[in-house]
């Protein structure tokens, strides 16, 4: 690796970019990727390995590269220290996400409720600059209160973040919609929240809930066809 291959990825890795180590073999030439001076075939396999996480040899035009993904790691904030997120948080930890409840009431966010995750007692904006969600971040809002969940979602929709999630009824998100468009989104940037969070499966108990968000998140970040969402309402808390 050529010093300034090296300096590249390290600043990439730095800024916590998602970026593939190209080599050819086996003579050993080597970029990274993507880039807007390669070919768009080489291109278009380092963003597969991206979003697949699995680096591996792969023969474009009759020639084989090893892609090595670098990817900054999965993570997930959870604005609300309710129910639903004690049964969230076991699922996306064991999927692969740093996850971080963030919720200002104490009683809520204890390491009694919460053992083995990270705790953030910040107001949801506060804790959402200082977190500073990128490509490989889902957000998901969970309190119903407006004070809680529409500063974490203004700072979502300004971010890079994969997933955002809201929980609520068609009528509770839509008043949010309204909300966030008089902070100035518009409607294409509020189009990226899923709400009703969570794939529609019939959820009612707090584990299932769960698992219907961390399917979601899963299936955006795979690129995975959503079914539309159907009935009146999401399950609450």
Same mark, same amino acid.
């Given at each position: 690796m050529?010093?300034?291959?090296l300096?590249a990825l390290?600043?990439?890795?730095a800024?916590k970019q998602?970026?593939?180590? $190209?080599?050819?073999l086996p003579g050993g #030439?080597?970029?990274?990727l993507?880039d807007?001076?390669?070919?768009?075939?080489v291109n278009?396999?380092?963003?597969k390995?991206?979003?697949?996480?699995?680096?591996?040899t792969h023969?474009?035009d009759?020639?084989?590269?090893?892609m090595?993904?670098y990817?900054p790691p999965?993570?997930l904030?959870?604005v609300?220290?309710?129910?639903?997120?004690?049964a969230?948080?076991r699922?996306?930890t064991?999927?692969?996400? $740093?996850?971080t409840?963030v919720?200002?009431?104490?009683?809520?966010? !204890?390491?009694? +409720?919460f053992?083995d995750?990270?705790?953030?007692t910040?107001?949801p904006d506060?804790?959402?600059?200082?977190?500073?969600?990128d490509s490989?971040?889902?957000v998901?809002?969970l309190t119903?209160?407006p004070?809680?969940? @529409?500063?974490a979602? @203004?700072?979502?929709?300004?971010?890079d973040?994969f997933y955002i999630?809201?929980? =609520?009824? +068609?009528?509770?998100?839509?008043?949010?919609?309204?909300?966030?468009?008089e902070? =100035?989104?518009? #409607?294409?940037?509020?189009a990226r929240i899923? =709400?009703p969070?969570?794939?529609?499966?019939?959820?009612?108990?707090?584990?299932e809930?769960?698992?219907?968000?961390?399917?979601?998140?899963?299936?955006?970040? +795979?690129?995975a066809p959503?079914p539309?969402k !159907? =009935?009146?309402? !999401?399950?609450?808390?």
């Amino acid at each position: 690796m050529t010093p300034d291959i090296l300096a590249a990825l390290e600043k990439a890795r730095a800024a916590k970019q998602p970026i593939v180590l $190209a080599t050819q073999l086996p003579g050993g #030439e080597q970029r990274l990727l993507p880039d807007p001076a390669a070919p768009e075939a080489v291109n278009e396999i380092a963003r597969k390995v991206l979003q697949s996480d699995v680096s591996g040899t792969h023969k474009i035009d009759g020639v084989d590269w090893f892609m090595h993904a670098y990817n900054p790691p999965l993570r997930l904030v959870i604005v609300g220290a309710v129910h639903i997120a004690q049964a969230l948080v076991r699922f996306s930890t064991a999927c692969g996400y $740093a996850t971080t409840v963030v919720d200002p009431r104490r009683s809520f966010a !204890s390491d009694e +409720r919460f053992p083995d995750v990270e705790i953030s007692t910040d107001w949801p904006d506060e804790a959402m600059d200082a977190f500073k969600p990128d490509s490989r971040t889902a957000v998901v809002t969970l309190t119903h209160d407006p004070k809680l969940d @529409d500063p974490a979602l @203004d700072r979502a929709l300004k971010s890079d973040a994969f997933y955002i999630g809201a929980l =609520g009824s +068609r009528r509770t998100h839509a008043a949010r919609l309204k909300r966030l468009a008089e902070l =100035g989104h518009s #409607e294409d940037s509020m189009a990226r929240i899923r =709400g009703p969070v969570g794939l529609n499966i019939e959820a009612v108990t707090a584990p299932e809930i769960g698992a219907s968000i961390i399917a979601e998140i899963i299936a955006v970040r +795979r690129g995975a066809p959503l079914p539309p969402k !159907s =009935g009146p309402k !999401s399950p609450t808390p």
